[in-house]
């Protein structure tokens, strides 16, 4: 396995134009650095001692001047005021352009791994939390910044203006480099002593953080429970105890790095100190100019800075890596069900023959070993009405999630129109069903975009109709805004029934030759179910339908009962035929119109 920096780096790839920008600034921010006590030198070596230019600035004569004294004082300041700026406006540019590229890396991180996480199974998603997997999409995939503006670049920069600086002092006097250099060690054992405990504190700190944040999503999610149970005072004091723990790691974390930034500056100024003092005696004694003398000390703080730098790295690169572990592990996570090599649409066959669906020696299960159905013969035909009941746990749901390709089976395979599914694009497989669920989803949109999510350039008239089919029409144009209320988060602004009717009008639009509906109406009440069974029954008209169902008022209409107990099927019938058997169903019946049975684990609805 590659390391996860060089597994990342390759999200760098795309953006290497400005990444190019930003190391071709660096260098030209560093030659400037370098330059900048020059002219310094030049002066107070040459032009106050008195003495004329050495060769290679003799062209300086031939400004305007002609090389008097005085000319040239302004000349040397005026290049000094050129550096720096020229020095300013290449690392304000880097700044820019670094700004730029790393949140653009970032986020197209986190779009990818967004994409990623929408293909990967649900059974992945059933075993994530939410707010966990939102932190690694939006938050967690900065890390890509991290390491290449935080660690990458500043890491070059360091090096290169480490080794340049030190040459150029290596060749003005040798053994006061040396003076210069023997700071770098102690720096080193302050890097070792300071850099544990800076890493330890801030991971401390992250973590809590991570703490917080999931206190505070589950509490508000779970925000009616809580609020029935009478625990808001616990989550409030488990939440300022947290957010105080996190104050304190804080704290630490910052008392670590100004230590460590107190020793750096001891070391910094006794290193100027020696170089000042060895430097000095250099002059007095003639080997050295007062100008190299000069550029020495101007160069000391750059060559410290640098070293300071590759200090503080060290834990960049921890941060980018504790972000870079999470969103590899989804990267690395490859269970989803994708289209294979040469899958084809679903052939489109003509109206009354399309709707065919079959199960063919289905296992599956969820956990390897435990497996949740066991070899599932079933044929629906184009049309037909079926209803599958049993008892809770029996993997009725499971059964229908095979249909959209929610999950491949173990073993067998399902078939639509007589096309085993797994060789067919979901696009297309998917656009052939409709899909009610017990718990109807709505976006935080308009009515009129939550009927039409499934065909999005649905003309109003055609939303509409479906409404009305749906028994939706009226309640929806009671709303502030009709059709375009946009519903509240969760639907908390309407009723269960109501949600649920704006499910089947959406299941309605898509007018798909196949309808699976799971528990459509179990959470409403005698007459609200009437209206969603009216409006259900006009959904069902010339569909294969499968319905998951509980209440035999909803059971008794299908064309055919599929009784399905422990992951296997235990009968199929019809209403009557499946009672005068006597076998489960007929207890189901018992119970529901009030006779007494033995079974156990059913659910019993009113
Ligand atoms: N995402 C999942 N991961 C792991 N196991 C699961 C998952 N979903 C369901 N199961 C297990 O599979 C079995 C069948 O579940 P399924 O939801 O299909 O039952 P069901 O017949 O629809 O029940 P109910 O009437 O309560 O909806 C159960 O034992 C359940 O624990
Ligand atoms: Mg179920």
Redesign the pocket.
Same mark, same amino acid.
């Given at each position: 396995m590659r390391p996860w920096w060089l597994r990342l780096s390759r999200y760098a790839i795309p953006h290497w134009r400005g990444l190019s920008c930003i190391v071709l600034l660096m260098f030209a921010g560093i030659a400037l650095d370098v330059l900048k006590p020059w002219p310094m030198k030049l002066l107070v070596d040459y032009v106050l001692a008195g003495r004329s230019l050495p060769s290679a600035a003799a062209w300086m004569a031939s400004l305007p001047g002609q090389g008097s004294a005085g000319a040239l004082v302004a000349w040397f300041t005026l290049a000094t005021i050129m550096l720096f700026l020229a020095g300013w406006a290449a690392r304000i540019t880097q700044a820019y352009i670094q700004a730029g590229v790393g949140s653009r890396m970032a986020y197209s991180l986190g779009a990818e791994l967004f994409s990623h996480l929408q293909g990967l199974s649900? #059974?992945f998603h059933? #075993?994530r939390p939410t707010g966990d997997l939102v932190k690694r999409v939006t938050s967690d995939s900065s890390c890509v910044r991290a390491l290449v503006i935080n660690v990458f670049v500043p890491l070059l920069t360091s090096l290169v203006s480490l080794v340049t600086m030190f040459a150029v002092m290596w060749r003005l006097d040798r053994s006061l480099s040396l003076v210069a250099l023997a700071a770098a060690p102690l720096l080193g054992l302050l890097i070792r002593v300071f850099a544990r405990p800076m890493q330890e504190r801030m991971n401390e700190q992250l973590q809590l953080e991570g703490e917080m944040m999931s206190t505070a999503e589950q509490t508000l999610r779970a925000l009616p429970i809580v609020q029935a149970f009478g625990r808001e005072q616990q989550q409030d004091e488990r939440y300022s105890t947290l957010g105080r723990r996190t104050g304190q790691a804080y704290l630490r974390a910052v008392g670590a790095q100004l230590g460590f930034r107190i020793g750096a500056s001891s070391i910094t100024a006794l290193g100027t100190a020696m170089v000042m003092l060895v430097g000095g005696f250099h002059v007095l004694r003639g080997s050295l100019s007062v100008g190299s003398l000069l550029v020495f000390l101007s160069y000391l703080a750059s060559l410290y800075s640098p070293l300071e730098t590759l200090a503080y790295l060290s834990s960049g690169f921890v941060a980018a890596a504790a972000g870079a572990q999470r969103v590899l592990e989804v990267w690395d996570t490859q269970e989803g069900v994708r289209d294979l090599p040469g899958a084809r649409p679903l052939p489109l066959r003509p109206p009354g023959q399309r709707g065919h669906v079959q199960w063919e020696k289905v296992a599956f299960g969820? /956990?390897p070993g435990r497996p949740?159905l066991h070899n599932i013969d079933l044929e629906v035909r184009p049309g037909e009405t079926i209803a599958l009941v049993?008892? !809770?746990?029996?993997?009725?749901? !499971?059964?229908v999630s095979l249909v959209p390709r929610f999950f491949d089976p173990w073993e067998g395979r399902v078939l639509i129109d007589g096309v085993d599914i797994r060789g067919v694009q979901l696009a297309s497989l998917r656009s052939r069903l409709a899909i009610v669920l017990q718990e109807p989803f709505l976006f935080a949109l308009t009515v009129a975009e939550n009927i039409a999510y499934g065909r999005p350039d649905a003309h109003r008239s055609e939303i509409e109709a479906a409404a009305v089919a749906a028994n939706a029409d009226e309640f929806i144009r009671k709303l502030p805004s009709g059709y375009d209320t946009v519903i509240g988060e969760r639907g908390a602004t309407l009723s269960g029934g109501q949600r649920q009717r704006i499910a089947i009008a959406r299941a309605l639009l898509k007018d798909a030759p196949i309808l699976i509906l799971d /528990?459509p109406t179990s959470a409403l009440d005698t007459h609200t179910e009437w209206q969603v069974l009216e409006a259900l029954e006009r959904l069902m008209q010339g569909r294969t339908t499968i319905i998951?169902a509980h209440r035999l008022s909803t059971v008794q209409r299908a064309d055919r009962i599929v009784v399905?107990k422990e992951g296997k099927i235990e009968e199929t019938g019809a209403h009557q035929d499946l009672l005068e058997k006597g076998g489960l169903y007929s207890r189901l019946h018992g119970l529901q119109v009030g006779r007494p049975a033995p079974e156990a684990g059913w #659910?019993v609805s009113s």
């Amino acid at each position: 396995m590659r390391p996860w920096w060089l597994r990342l780096s390759r999200y760098a790839i795309p953006h290497w134009r400005g990444l190019s920008c930003i190391v071709l600034l660096m260098f030209a921010g560093i030659a400037l650095d370098v330059l900048k006590p020059w002219p310094m030198k030049l002066l107070v070596d040459y032009v106050l001692a008195g003495r004329s230019l050495p060769s290679a600035a003799a062209w300086m004569a031939s400004l305007p001047g002609q090389g008097s004294a005085g000319a040239l004082v302004a000349w040397f300041t005026l290049a000094t005021i050129m550096l720096f700026l020229a020095g300013w406006a290449a690392r304000i540019t880097q700044a820019y352009i670094q700004a730029g590229v790393g949140s653009r890396m970032a986020y197209s991180l986190g779009a990818e791994l967004f994409s990623h996480l929408q293909g990967l199974s649900l #059974r992945f998603h059933g #075993r994530r939390p939410t707010g966990d997997l939102v932190k690694r999409v939006t938050s967690d995939s900065s890390c890509v910044r991290a390491l290449v503006i935080n660690v990458f670049v500043p890491l070059l920069t360091s090096l290169v203006s480490l080794v340049t600086m030190f040459a150029v002092m290596w060749r003005l006097d040798r053994s006061l480099s040396l003076v210069a250099l023997a700071a770098a060690p102690l720096l080193g054992l302050l890097i070792r002593v300071f850099a544990r405990p800076m890493q330890e504190r801030m991971n401390e700190q992250l973590q809590l953080e991570g703490e917080m944040m999931s206190t505070a999503e589950q509490t508000l999610r779970a925000l009616p429970i809580v609020q029935a149970f009478g625990r808001e005072q616990q989550q409030d004091e488990r939440y300022s105890t947290l957010g105080r723990r996190t104050g304190q790691a804080y704290l630490r974390a910052v008392g670590a790095q100004l230590g460590f930034r107190i020793g750096a500056s001891s070391i910094t100024a006794l290193g100027t100190a020696m170089v000042m003092l060895v430097g000095g005696f250099h002059v007095l004694r003639g080997s050295l100019s007062v100008g190299s003398l000069l550029v020495f000390l101007s160069y000391l703080a750059s060559l410290y800075s640098p070293l300071e730098t590759l200090a503080y790295l060290s834990s960049g690169f921890v941060a980018a890596a504790a972000g870079a572990q999470r969103v590899l592990e989804v990267w690395d996570t490859q269970e989803g069900v994708r289209d294979l090599p040469g899958a084809r649409p679903l052939p489109l066959r003509p109206p009354g023959q399309r709707g065919h669906v079959q199960w063919e020696k289905v296992a599956f299960g969820y /956990e390897p070993g435990r497996p949740v159905l066991h070899n599932i013969d079933l044929e629906v035909r184009p049309g037909e009405t079926i209803a599958l009941v049993g008892p !809770t746990g029996a993997g009725k749901s !499971t059964l229908v999630s095979l249909v959209p390709r929610f999950f491949d089976p173990w073993e067998g395979r399902v078939l639509i129109d007589g096309v085993d599914i797994r060789g067919v694009q979901l696009a297309s497989l998917r656009s052939r069903l409709a899909i009610v669920l017990q718990e109807p989803f709505l976006f935080a949109l308009t009515v009129a975009e939550n009927i039409a999510y499934g065909r999005p350039d649905a003309h109003r008239s055609e939303i509409e109709a479906a409404a009305v089919a749906a028994n939706a029409d009226e309640f929806i144009r009671k709303l502030p805004s009709g059709y375009d209320t946009v519903i509240g988060e969760r639907g908390a602004t309407l009723s269960g029934g109501q949600r649920q009717r704006i499910a089947i009008a959406r299941a309605l639009l898509k007018d798909a030759p196949i309808l699976i509906l799971d /528990e459509p109406t179990s959470a409403l009440d005698t007459h609200t179910e009437w209206q969603v069974l009216e409006a259900l029954e006009r959904l069902m008209q010339g569909r294969t339908t499968i319905i998951i169902a509980h209440r035999l008022s909803t059971v008794q209409r299908a064309d055919r009962i599929v009784v399905l107990k422990e992951g296997k099927i235990e009968e199929t019938g019809a209403h009557q035929d499946l009672l005068e058997k006597g076998g489960l169903y007929s207890r189901l019946h018992g119970l529901q119109v009030g006779r007494p049975a033995p079974e156990a684990g059913w #659910r019993v609805s009113s």
